[in-house]
């Protein structure tokens, strides 16, 4: 793992990244958890979505072809052959919910385990056993810890861990400065179909919109480039999180050209995402805060 700022592993159980390897944000916040400031001013430094037409021309040479070789499109089967998966995405703001609140009575694990997704990927989450621990779902899910406060937690007895890792993808503009931001991810089999899914969390660049120090259009691609790096011909894919970018923003608009916005959230703007060729199953179930300043965003789709 020479590389620092990527790191990948195949497996067949569940590992927890090793904090060692983990990459380090220079000017870390008290207690070393990677977080935002709170709504106000996140959003008064947000950057204006443009608007502006994006052109079909690939981002960087990465064209539609190249990624179609990598990811398929998903086939249509009957419903009798479809599986569902509850995908849910959250920022547990841990600073102020775990920091200064000492956890809310347990208000996060509460929602989660009234909810009860197949796979969930967090944002600035600090320690996703403790969620896990605190609603009682220790034994129900298997959690792996990633770089910068990024946490994916599934289902053990849905889903067996092929494969998991991360990437560095942007740095937080100089205004509004936490460290660097990236992408987590793991190959999940499931255990009932064998079809497996390529599951990638993220937690985006501020300030909002800006796409961090290097553009939207660098961020989308640095995503894209770590899916495609890893994902494998027939993995159905899904991409969610706290993506520091709104509908609009040019992280989002070139994130569109290879892989269909499902749904978005309300929360701050709206920076919470969900990108997939598969179909929704229902609509976006919006659970509530549980304590965070964001909502955790339940999806169901069908693959």
Request: glycine share 10%; charged share 20%; net charge negative.
């Amino acid at each position: 793992m020479g590389n620092t700022s990527c790191c990948s592993s195949k497996q067949t159980v569940a590992a927890v990244v090793d904090p060692a390897a983990r990459p380090r944000a220079a000017a870390a916040p008290a207690g070393g958890v990677l977080l935002e400031e709170p709504a106000g001013k996140a959003q008064e430094a947000a950057v204006t979505p443009c608007e502006e037409p994006i052109s079909g021309t690939a981002i960087k040479g990465l064209s539609e072809e190249v990624w179609r070789r990598r990811v398929a499109k998903p086939q249509s089967e009957g419903d009798d052959a479809q599986v569902q998966v509850k995908a849910l995405t959250y920022n547990l703001c841990w600073w102020d919910l775990y920091g200064e609140r000492q956890g809310n009575n347990g208000s996060a694990s509460s929602l989660v385990a009234a909810a009860m997704p197949g796979i969930m990927g967090c944002q600035e989450c600090n320690d996703i056993s403790r969620v896990l621990r605190e609603g009682g779902l220790e034994s129900t899910y298997t959690a792996i810890q990633g770089p910068h406060s990024l946490a994916i937690a599934y289902k053990t007895c849905e889903w067996e861990l092929v494969a998991q890792g991360w990437k560095e993808i942007a740095v937080d503009e100089p205004e509004q400065f936490y460290g660097s931001r990236s992408v987590q991810w793991a190959r999940l089999r499931h255990r009932q179909s064998n079809k497996v899914l390529f599951f990638v969390n993220h937690h985006g660049p501020l300030r909002v919109n800006s796409g961090g120090r290097k553009g939207g259009p660098e961020t989308a691609y640095n995503i894209l480039i770590a899916i495609h790096e890893n994902v494998e011909l027939g993995d159905s894919v899904i991409l969610l999180g706290d993506f520091n970018a709104q509908m609009g923003s040019q992280t989002v608009r070139h994130l569109e050209q290879y892989i269909p916005r499902a749904a978005s959230g309300t929360a701050r703007g709206g920076v919470d995402h969900f990108f997939s060729e598969l179909s929704m199953v229902g609509d976006l179930e919006n659970l509530g805060t549980g304590g965070s300043d964001h909502d955790a965003l339940a999806a169901t789709f069908a693959f």
